[in-house]
């Protein structure tokens, strides 16, 4: 086989590609090199290979079969890569090292868009169709069979629940705010002595002299004022309320208790009643007192109505792994220098020793590591200050390492979040390639995609291009004809073309 005979013209895009026949032959199983001349791509005409794909990711799938190594374009982006690389029969883990954390960082992209929209970070409106399709009723929203209950459950869900979906769901999001707001406050400020009254219990018992009934003072301690009780009642009521009205008309029931968010509301008010109960029967309850914090965790209650704190969340889900690793290094050095302090002391006299134990260097440690130094307990000893010295040194640096992950976490987390802000809602429709027609022969020639060639008939009337392509082929096809006449004229006998000639000139005498 000649070279020219081993060469194959692709034409990708429009773009034309030329390679050989055995270059393709070196990855088996591929698009490429199982192409044959009855395939629909192949033009007999112009005798290449036409296939409607990106030119430019081409070019590297061609190079990769010539070296064999794939390479990734850094002006195309990472699924339309993945999709020219499938449809072709590639491998994508194939991409060469160099390139593949730029390959990869569309999968990250993708993964991040994914937890954005877990989030709900939209604050538009959301459609009527999206809506229902969140309670299961899109065949009875389409063909208008929805019930009173039906319809009134989805807008009372958006009062609650989607605070810029109306007037009314932003009035309703502010009194849950305030409410929060005023129950921290009251939880808070019901501790400080100014805000508290004298409480004063007494006891009375009979003495068995003369049975004379006698008052004894027995404790003298201090309540909060009476107005903080009625303020956390108000503002419980209107927590109680919400919850049972959310979990009412919330589409799925099981998911919206498994929320942390609303345990830890539905918790919350039920510590306050039971609080409330116990406080009327015993009043020496601080250890209860003590379980009630839990209403300060309503705080993340406000992260339904901020898109940055639910990022916030979020960034140091994401940044698990580095805070485990931090947190795993920080118990390692505590336990490391907290025992070196100790015997460290005691190598000279020191009778002003502060470490007494390890477990209290443990303290010690954890105060010098995170660079806060109380100052409690400092080392009296040379060799203590050296130790003490690497401990807050060595707490710098494991504490500094992973801040710059987070804040990059946070960073992607927000840009993407500020990128969907400004993409349109609504994109523009895009219909699906019409496949190609099969070829039918018929009276005036064939047909191909609706057109009939080498015919006078036109099913459809052909545009610009199919005009200049089919002008293209015209004049190839003149050009190859000419050529054959032209060789078959030097090659045969001059008597042949004479003794055609005679012959036509009999057929056409005949006919006379």
Known sequence: MSDVDNRITLNIGGIRHETYKATLKKIPATRLSRLTEALANYDPVLNEYFFDRHPGVFAQILN????????????????????????????????????????????????????????????????????????????EFRTGSLNCWQKMKPKVWLLFEEP????????????????????????????HPDFRVSSFRNETFQESANNSTTWRLDRISSRPHKAFFYMESVCNAWFAFEIM??????????????????????????????????????????????????RIMRLFKL???????????????????????????????????????????????????????IPVGLWWAIV?????????????????????????????????LPVPVIVSNFAMFYSHTQARAKLPKTRQRVLPVEAVRPKTSGAGGW????????????????????????????????????EKEV?????????????????????ASGNH
């Open 368 to 400: 010098t590591m995170t660079t806060v130094g109380y100052g409690d307990m400092t080392p009296k000893t040379y060799v203590g200050m050296f130790i003490g010295s690497i401990c807050a040194l060595t707490g710098v640096l494991t504490i500094a």
């Open 164 to 191: 810029n979906s109306s007037v009314a769901a932003k009035v309703l999001s502010f009194v849950s705010v305030f409410f929060v707001v005023v129950s921290i406050l009251s939880f808070c400020l019901k501790t």
């Open 447 to 482: 047909k191909k995609d609706g057109i009939m060639l080498h015919g006078a008939h036109h099913t459809t009337n052909p545009g610009p291009i199919v005009m200049q392509r089919r002008h293209a082929i015209s004049a190839e096809a003149s050009k190859l004809h000419a």
């Open 487 to 507: 060789i078959t004229h030097l090659k045969g006998p001059p008597y042949g073309v004479v003794k055609v000639v005679s012959h036509a000139s009999h057929n």
């Open 245 to 294: 009205i959310r979990f009412l008309f919330s589409p799925k029931k099981l998911v919206f208790i498994c929320k942390p968010v609303n345990i830890i509301d539905i918790v919350a008010t039920l510590s306050f009643v039971l609080d409330s109960i116990l406080n009327q029967v015993n009043h020496d309850n601080d250890v209860l007192e003590f379980f009630s914090i839990i």
């Open 303 to 357: 992260t339904r109505h901020s898109p940055g704190l639910k990022i916030l969340i979020h960034t140091f889900k994401a940044s698990a792994h580095e805070l485990t690793l931090l947190v795993f290094f920080l118990i390692l050095g505590i336990v490391i220098f907290a025992s070196l302090i100790f015997y460290a002391e005691r190598i000279q006299a020191n009778p002003n020793n502060d470490f007494t134990s």
């Open 64 to 139: 990769y079969y010539r070296t064999g190594k794939l390479h990734y374009p850094t002006d195309v982006c990472g699924p339309l890569f993945e999709e020219e690389l499938e449809f072709w029969g590639l491998d994508s883990n194939q991409v060469e090292p160099c390139c593949w954390m730029t390959y990869t960082t569309h999968r990250d992209t993708r993964e991040t868009l994914q937890i954005l929209d877990r989030l709900d970070l939209d604050s538009d409106k959301p459609t009527d169709e999206e809506i229902m399709k969140r309670f299961g009723l899109e065949e």
